[in-house]
Every structure is written in structure tokens, then in C-alpha cells.
T-cell receptor, first 114, second 111 residues
Framework: DAGVTQSPTHLIKTRGQQVTLRCSPKSGHDTVSWYQQALGQGPQFIFQ???????QRGNFPDRFSGHQFPNYSSELNVNALLLGDSALYLC?????????????FGPGTRLLVL | QKEVEQDPGPLSVPEGAIVSLNCTYSNSAFQYFMWYRQYSRKGPELLMY????GNKEDGRFTAQVDKSSKYISLFIRDSQPSDSATYLC???????????FGQGTTLQVKP
């Protein structure tokens, strides 16, 4: 059973450009969350998608947007890139069982903005 | 003040030592507490999941939650070089959605 997969693994962009990151959840998972992890910091919650809707959002500007497809895969889009957007972007998939949600993380996409 | 505080270390111990990792938090609404392990250039991997206060043991790992003190701990017994990684505490108010992470503590176990 494949775990959470993300693409691409690495990406280099310049300021002002736009980027799209992709995530495929674990088999059987219907929920996808995105996190940003700056170097030396813990992950910060961007948003969560369930049933193709944004269910919850963290404290990130509107430049960060997402989408979930009917097969539960998800995209994270970031517009007008800033140098400070350089980070590891993590996708986590989950489903609720027994009243508990466990988030399983992918390996991440490392984004460098020059 | 951050919602979750975690000493970033680094923490260096000899093989076989008992390791204690800790987090404090300010939000009394947190009810679900997790510890993740992250190896270099990898995604976080769930180690322990605890609901509310109490202890939970899994092999060499023990998680403790003290909600009255807003303090959680992870103990690693008989530490191994393969335990060298960054340990992240995480917590949430509800059983779904947003996880709030600490900064992570980098642990090195020397042979």
C-alpha cells in the first residue's frame, strides 16, 4: 500500500511566479491537509480539504489556495511567490475512525524561491 | 507567545540513555496530543497519539500528558543511534483538522 505521495520533490522558482504542488493520499483516506515547514521550525497548518471543500484554514494569505479532486488527490497553489515562501511543503492525508483522525505525512516538496 | 513551546536542542546522549522530550502549551482547549519523528529531509512520522491526560506506552516510548500543567512529555528508553532525528510535538482542539506543532527537538544518540 503506497503511502502519501507528493510531486515534485524539489522546485526552484523566482519571486512573483506561481507554483502548483500535488498530493495523492493513502488508499482509503478522504481528507488532505497541507502544511508549510520553514527550516528549523515545526510545520504550520495551511488548510484542510474534505469532500472537495476547504474545511479549515490556517493563518495564510489568499495567495495560498487549494483544490481537492473527486479521487481525493489535492493541489496547493501559491501565487505571487515571495522569498519567504521558501520551505518544505507537507501534505498529510487522513480519515476518521473511532472518533479519531490520524494524519499521515508525505515526504514533502522542497520549494526554493529566488 | 507561541501556542506550543518546545526546546529546539540539540540534545546529544550516549546510546542506551533515557531521553526526555517536553512541550508546554497555552491553549487549554487542546485535547489531542501527538509526537511525530522526522528524519532529515523526510516527512513527519507519527509515534504516539494520546487523548486528554494520562500515560501511554508503546515499546521503548512513553507519552505523558498533564493537562493541569499544560505539559506533555515523550520518554525514550534504551535510546539507539537510529533514534537520532527531530521530534515534534503536535496537538489539536478537536479530533479532526488543524494540528499545532512545536518547533521540534533535534536528538542525536551517539554509539
Amino acid at each position: 500500500d503506497a503511502g502519501v505521495t507528493q510531486s515534485p520533490t524539489h522546485l526552484i522558482k523566482t519571486r512573483g511566479q506561481q507554483v502548483t504542488l500535488r498530493c495523492s493520499p493513502k488508499s482509503g483516506h478522504d481528507t488532505v491537509s497541507w502544511y508549510q515547514q520553514a527550516l528549523g521550525q515545526g510545520p504550520q497548518f495551511i488548510f484542510q480539504y474534505y469532500e472537495e471543500e476547504e474545511r479549515q484554514r490556517g493563518n495564510f494569505p489568499d495567495r495560498f489556495s487549494g483544490h481537492q479532486f473527486p479521487n481525493y488527490s489535492s493541489e496547493l497553489n501559491v501565487n505571487a511567490l515571495l522569498l519567504g515562501d521558501s520551505a518544505l511543503y507537507l501534505c498529510a492525508s487522513s480519515f476518521v475512525a473511532g472518533g479519531r483522525e490520524t494524519q499521515y505525512f508525505g515526504p514533502g516538496t522542497r520549494l526554493l524561491v529566488l | 507567545q507561541k501556542e506550543v513551546e518546545q526546546d529546539p536542542g540539540p540534545l546529544s546522549v550516549p546510546e542506551g540513555a533515557i531521553v526526555s522530550l517536553n512541550c508546554t502549551y497555552s491553549n487549554s482547549a487542546f485535547q489531542y496530543f501527538m509526537w511525530y519523528r522526522q528524519y532529515s529531509r523526510k516527512g513527519p512520522e507519527l509515534l504516539m497519539y494520546t487523548y486528554s491526560s494520562g500515560n501511554k506506552e508503546d515499546g521503548r516510548f512513553t507519552a505523558q500528558v498533564d493537562k493541569s500543567s499544560k505539559y506533555i512529555s515523550l520518554f525514550i528508553r534504551d535510546s539507539q543511534p537510529s533514534d537520532s532525528a527531530t521530534y515534534l510535538c503536535a496537538m489539536s482542539e478537536g479530533n479532526t483538522g488543524k494540528l499545532i506543532f512545536g518547533q521540534g527537538t533535534t536528538l542525536q544518540v551517539k554509539p
